[in-house]
């Protein structure tokens, strides 16, 4: 790819077709409705939803980070699905308006092994 003018520009138009195309094969009426689907499916609020994708984006990225290579999908890849999940984040808070709030917990405070031993 040749030097753009401005490489935010390229990444802008990049997501928007993205965002556009993924919304056209995931929504199940409105553009936010397969993360309302997954919040009640959850027993969650749709905003902690999707704060949830950035958070499975963001342990991809940890979990990858000293691989020399990855099979499935680039880190550049990663890095796109984490911006547009918070487009999507930021365009649900824009449709809630000043009332919007979420959940997260301290990372410091969540366990590292959430799983039971088996001997218990």
């Known amino acids: ?6 490489w935010i520009e390229v990444a802008l138009r990049e997501l928007r077709l993205t965002l556009a195309g993924k919304n056209e094969d995931y ?3 409105g553009e936010f409705s397969n993360f309302e ?3 009640r499916v959850a027993n969650i609020k749709v905003i902690d939803s999707i704060v949830n994708q950035l958070a499975i984006k963001l342990g991809r990225l940890q979990g990858v980070r000293d691989k020399k290579s ?3 999908e680039t880190v550049l890849d990663t890095f796109k699905d984490l911006a547009g999940y918070a487009v999507i984040l930021y365009g649900y808070a824009l449709s809630e308006g000043e009332s919007v709030t979420f959940h997260m917990e301290d ?8 799983r039971k031993d088996d001997n218990s």
């Open 1 to 6: 790819m040749q030097k753009p003018e401005s």
């Open 27 to 29: 929504r199940i009426e």
């Open 70 to 72: 990855v099979n499935n």
């Open 37 to 39: 689907f997954a919040a």
């Open 107 to 114: 990372p410091k405070r969540i366990p590292t092994d959430t």
